[in-house]
């Protein structure tokens, strides 16, 4: 079965930290991945996917194929960063997004 | 221009109850999801729509969830007889493309999400 797993509930680092936001995926064919975020008091919005291979924000994530991994990484972390993250996966030729149950970062000032 | 909507951005509804949720997509956009958000969890599934074709609702846990899109713009979610398991945030999302028939790759096209409505069944 397709699933998206995000260990971290809580991530917890100060300004200027870099941080990793970790996601494991199963899935046997060629998936989309997207990383998700939800600001406090706005809207679910796309962060970035990964064919863009585009740093939104300071944010990076690579697919890594072989332990079907898609980390979201940024080198400095800001205090505008805290939110929750959601990563997600795209089956191929479908349409149903799979999201995990999400991570919330805390950058403390 | 307006993002999505959705209404009413709150409802408590006693067990029993039937509800009627509604979603205003971005015009234009050709597809529609919705989507079920428990506490704590990320968003389920639970169908999708491509102008007024529902094309999947593999997600809708139960027969008493209902959903259409009759003119290929806004779409009503009805849950007959709630449940108190049936309390989540309910999010609805519109993206500009869809799936083709006979595609055999989707174009990416970015879900825009609304508010939600939070559904509390006491």
């Known amino acids: 079965a397709q699933r998206v797993t995000q260990p971290e509930k809580l991530l917890s680092v100060f300004k200027g930290a870099p941080v990793e936001l970790k996601c494991n995926y199963s899935?046997?064919?060629?998936?989309?991945l997207f990383w998700y975020v939800q600001y406090s008091r706005q809207r679910l919005q796309l962060l970035l996917r990964?064919?863009s291979r585009e740093s939104i924000k300071g944010f990076t994530a690579d697919l890594n194929k072989g332990e079907t991994s898609f980390h979201l990484k940024k080198p400095f972390a800001q205090e505008e960063d805290s939110a929750m993250y959601y990563c997600?996966?795209?089956?191929?030729?479908?349409?149903?997004?799979?999201f995990g149950a999400g991570t919330r970062l805390f950058v403390k000032a | 221009g307006a993002g999505v909507s959705q209404s009413p951005r709150y409802k408590v509804a006693k067990r029993g109850q039937d509800v009627a949720l509604r979603c205003d997509p971005i015009?234009?956009?050709?597809?529609l999801f919705w989507y079920q958000q428990a506490l704590g969890q990320g968003p389920e599934f639970l169908t999708y729509?491509?102008?007024?074709?529902?094309?999947?609702k593999s997600g809708l846990p139960s027969d008493r969830f209902f959903a259409e899109r009759p003119e290929g713009s806004v779409s009503t979610l009805k849950i007959q007889r709630t449940q108190q398991e049936d309390s989540a945030v309910y999010l609805c999302?519109?993206?500009?493309?869809?799936?083709?028939?006979?595609?055999?790759?989707?174009?990416?096209?970015?879900?825009?999400f609304g508010p939600g409505t939070r559904l509390t069944v006491l």
């Open positions: 899935y046997s064919g060629s998936p989309e």
């Open positions: 729509f491509q102008n007024e074709a529902q094309l999947d």
């Open positions: 990964h064919i």
């Open positions: 015009s234009g956009h050709v597809s």
């Open positions: 997600a996966l795209d089956k191929d030729g479908g349409f149903k997004t799979i």
């Open positions: 999302a519109s993206s500009l493309g869809g799936l083709w028939a006979g595609a055999e790759i989707r174009s990416y096209n970015e879900q825009f």
